[in-house]
């Protein structure tokens, strides 16, 4: 609940005092209710907070994970479908958010619509958390008057995207925990383990073999602080390199893009996930009555790849010429040849909506099926790379006293 000041008058004679309401509309009117006319109402903001309390928003500690964004999304497409107004839907949502960053942007959209602001602006605001499909999707609907049914279908396609991150996580997760292991137990038997054994064949005399002498020459380098620090220097500088080219360097970004393409499995996951992505937001806008040419306009933004951003951009600039959308399609390298075919089926049948929405159910399917085969190939090469890394530093350890055997005899 708001406090709010206000002045008014109440039976001809002039008032003041406080009020509690959750917005600063709903304060007016319980006001008015009451008999008060002339009402003048200032919100009372409250105190700042400590240092110790202060909310911290910055980087990371501001963010929304996409699954609370789901559910709010959720949740406002049902209540506007209920009849329920938008700005009472938000306050419904704010109550019961518990992600603290959640209900701090809920919130402040609530107060941006109470002064008079429309839904796509109190969202644009927020350009952090709600991506430019998002905010497309959502003033397509406040342009056609169709909000509710675009807020459905807004659920859908955000279901689906976190399914398609869902499955990419999974398919990594194992080798990444494996490879993490494998680091650590390396790095604890380099920095504890080969020392001791280190010390042991230094009073021997003997020269030691050379996958020996390389475990224990990596050890003394591991061991020395300043090496370490350049190993870090060196893993920021190339980090924030990237960072920087990617965000300034046109050409780079490019680059990455194709390479990304090319690599074997995860430029043919990069492909399935985009185009059942784009296929399903185009089945939803076109189906919605949104012009074809503002539907590739939003159809761009599915995907941060160049190669797609260009080629979507180059079939935008094309429709005006009258060529068939599959055509346009066919003759992008970066799309499958698959998608061309099925569109012009579309397109002879007129229901390219419904085409679209099967074209995404396919590659969605298509993507499923080479995720999981990743996550087969993977799991048996790490735990064959994981015994390796350990056996070979094992076996180079004891080396030296199988050869100490050897000179004995």
Do not use: C
Request: hydrophobic fraction near 45%.
């Amino acid at each position: 609940m708001k406090k709010f000041k206000y002045k008014a008058k109440l039976k001809g004679k002039k008032v003041k005092g406080e009020v509690e309401a959750e917005t600063l509309m709903l304060a007016k009117q319980q006001l008015r209710k009451d008999g008060h006319r002339d009402v003048v109402l200032n919100e009372i903001k409250p105190k700042k907070k400590s240092g110790l309390n202060a909310e911290i928003t910055w980087g990371p500690f501001g963010s929304i994970p996409q699954k609370e964004i789901v559910i709010f999304t959720k949740k406002i497409s049902t209540m506007m479908r209920a009849g329920l107004p938008i700005v009472e839907a938000m306050i419904l949502v704010s109550a019961q958010t518990s992600n603290p960053n959640m209900k701090r942007v809920v919130t402040q959209m609530t107060d941006k619509l109470n002064s008079g602001a429309s839904l796509s602006q109190a969202f644009k605001e927020h350009k952090r958390h709600f991506d430019s499909v998002y905010l497309n999707m959502v003033e397509a609907g406040e342009i056609s008057g169709k909000l509710d049914v675009f807020l459905d279908r807004l659920v859908e396609m955000l279901e689906k995207a976190q399914a398609i991150r869902a499955g990419i996580k999974s398919a990594l997760f194992y080798p990444v925990t494996l490879v993490v292991i494998t680091v650590g137990i390396s790095y604890f038997m380099l920095t504890n383990v080969v020392p001791t054994f280190q010390e042991m064949y230094e009073g021997l005399g003997a020269k030691l073999p050379g996958p020996t002498q390389a475990i224990v020459d990596a050890s003394n380098w591991i061991q020395d602080g300043n090496n370490m620090l350049s190993v870090v220097g060196t893993v920021f500088a190339v980090w924030l390199s990237n960072k920087l080219l990617h965000k300034f360097v046109k050409p780079y970004r490019k680059l990455k893009s194709t390479i990304a393409l090319r690599m074997p499995l995860v430029g043919d996951i990069i492909v399935k996930a985009t185009v059942a992505r784009m296929s399903l937001l185009m089945a939803n806008l076109l189906a919605a009555g949104v012009s074809v040419i503002d539907t590739l306009e939003v159809s761009k933004t599915v995907s941060q790849n160049v190669q797609f951003l260009e080629a979507t951009a180059r079939i935008k600039d094309k429709i005006t010429t009258g060529a068939p959308l599959s055509q346009l399609f066919g003759n992008e390298k970066v799309f499958p040849l698959a998608l061309s075919q099925l569109m012009a089926v579309g397109e002879r049948t007129g229901n390219m909506d419904e085409m679209l929405t099967s074209i995404a159910k396919y590659y969605e399917e298509e993507f499923t099926a080479v995720v999981d085969g990743l996550s087969t190939i993977i799991e048996p090469l790490m735990i064959v790379f994981v015994g390796l890394m350990i056996g070979v530093m094992v076996v180079a350890l004891y080396l030296p006293i199988f050869s100490a055997g050897d000179a004995i005899r």
